[in-house]
């Protein structure tokens, strides 16, 4: 696999992006991030853009249940999901933090997440791979606005209320 990905080492999570763009990801790829997790136990992406500096971004993610994605938003990007293996929840908040909407993605769906909302993702199954499209750059602490109620989420115990109420939704 490693003749079709360069690690991007500076990345905050575990990151590889295609030498070459024209490569289709298909199932070698999912099998290659799915590897990777079972032997390190983290976050994985392969981005299909270019550079972090891309105007769009195109990345294959998997992220795991036992993580936590704090609410955050985006004042000139949407994100589209797409569910690739696994399920999903995306849940919106209003500017209060109170959630208005739980959206509950399965293989094949496809959801995007609305500009300037609060948002966040929380897999369902022990991990979820999906395709996530969105304008870039990368604009890395300006990417993402983060709301000062996220702060009750600082604790895990906060954090296992929050799923163990989205999961029994």
Not at 121 to 129: A, S
């Amino acid at each position: 696999m490693q003749k079709f990905l360069i690690e991007d080492k500076q990345a905050k999570s575990k990151s590889f992006f295609l030498k070459d763009s024209r490569t289709v990801i298909d199932k070698k790829f999912l099998n290659f991030l799915e590897q990777k997790y079972f032997k390190t136990k983290k976050d994985l992406r392969i981005c299909m853009h270019e550079s972090k500096k891309s105007n769009h971004h195109d990345m294959i993610i998997l992220q795991q249940k036992r993580n936590f994605y704090p609410p955050h938003k985006h004042l000139r990007k949407g994100e589209t999901y797409h569910i690739i293996k696994g399920n999903m929840a995306c849940v919106l908040f209003n500017e209060k933090g109170k959630i208005v909407k739980i959206c509950l993605l399965k293989k094949n769906d496809v959801f995007r997440t609305p500009l300037n909302i609060y948002h966040t993702m929380l897999p369902v199954t022990t991990y979820v791979i999906y395709h996530e499209s969105k304008v870039g750059p990368f604009l890395k602490k300006n990417d993402s606005i983060f709301p000062k109620w996220k702060r009750k989420f600082n604790n895990k115990i906060e954090r296992k209320l929050f799923k163990s109420k989205i999961l029994n939704f």
